[in-house]
C-alpha cells in the first residue's frame, strides 16, 4: 500500500538553526499538510497546501516556518531559526481531495533543539 | 470550550473486552469524522472514516456517530494487546484541516 515517508526520522539542531524537513507524499494525492505534536499533547494543524500555495495555515505557522513543493514528489517544510518550543514531533499528510477525505500520515519527524 | 474534547485516559482493558472511546465536538460545521490510532514514535493510522449519523462496523471496530448530540464513539470488541496504542478522534468541517482530539491512551491488559 503507498504511504508518506519522511526524512530524517530524527534531527537535532541548536537554536537558531534552520532546518529542513523532508516529505514524499503519495504519489496521486494532491493536497499536503503538516501537523506538529508536542510530546505529550495533541497533534496539532500548521499548514495546508495545494496547487503550488498555502490553503490554510494556523497561528502556529509564522514567519519562521515556510514550506515548498521543489519538485513533483518533495514536500518540505522549513524552520528558518528554531527555538527550544520547536521541539516536536512533526508528521507529513497528503490526501486525494478536499472534500473531508481522510488524511494519510507519515511517521514523522521528532526534532530536538537544543 | 475545545473545538474536540477527549479524555486521554489512561484506559486499561482486561483483554477479550469491548473497549468504548469517545469524543464530543462544540462546531456543528463538522460533517466528516475519524478515528485514528498511533503507536509510540509513529504517525497517526487511519482506522475509521464516517460522514453521516449512525454506526459504521468494519471487522473489530465500530464507530458510530450522533450529530445531533454532538458525539462520537469508537468500539473494539474481542481487544487484543496489540491493540494498546492512543486512539485519536478527529473531525473535519468546510475548512481544509482536520481537527484532532487530544487522544485517549488505551492499554489491553494480557
Known amino acids: 500500500e503507498p504511504e508518506v515517508t519522511q526524512t530524517p526520522s530524527h534531527q537535532v539542531t541548536q537554536m537558531g538553526q534552520e532546518v529542513i524537513l523532508r516529505c514524499v507524499p503519495i504519489?496521486?494525492?494532491?493536497?499536503f499538510y503538516w501537523y506538529r505534536q508536542i510530546l505529550g499533547q495533541k497533534v496539532e494543524f500548521l499548514v495546508s497546501?495545494?496547487?503550488?500555495?498555502?490553503?490554510?495555515k494556523s497561528e502556529i505557522f509564522d514567519d519562521q516556518f515556510s514550506v515548498e513543493r521543489p519538485d513533483g514528489s518533495n514536500f518540505t517544510l522549513k524552520i528558518r531559526s528554531t527555538k527550544l518550543e520547536d521541539s516536536a514531533m512533526y508528521f507529513c499528510?497528503?490526501?486525494?481531495?478536499?472534500?473531508?477525505?481522510?488524511?494519510?500520515f507519515g511517521n514523522g519527524t521528532r526534532l530536538t533543539v537544543t | 470550550q475545545k473545538e474536540v474534547e477527549q479524555d486521554p485516559g489512561p484506559l486499561s482493558v482486561p483483554e477479550g473486552a469491548i473497549v468504548s472511546l469517545n469524543c464530543t465536538y462544540s462546531?456543528?460545521?463538522?460533517?466528516?469524522f475519524m478515528w485514528y490510532r498511533q503507536y509510540s514514535r509513529k504517525g497517526p493510522e487511519l482506522l475509521m472514516y464516517t460522514y453521516s449519523s449512525g454506526n459504521k462496523e468494519d471487522g473489530r471496530f465500530t464507530a458510530q456517530v450522533d450529530k445531533s448530540s454532538k458525539y462520537i464513539s469508537l468500539f473494539i470488541r474481542d481487544s487484543q494487546p496489540s491493540d494498546s496504542a492512543t486512539y485519536l478522534c478527529a473531525m473535519w468541517g468546510r475548512d481544509d484541516k482536520i481537527i484532532f482530539g487530544k487522544g485517549t491512551r488505551l492499554h489491553i491488559l494480557p
Open positions: 497546501f495545494y496547487n503550488n500555495e498555502i490553503s490554510e
Open positions: 504519489s496521486n494525492h494532491l493536497y
Open positions: 499528510a497528503s490526501s486525494p481531495r478536499t472534500d473531508g477525505s481522510p488524511l494519510h
Open positions: 462546531n456543528s460545521a463538522f460533517q466528516y
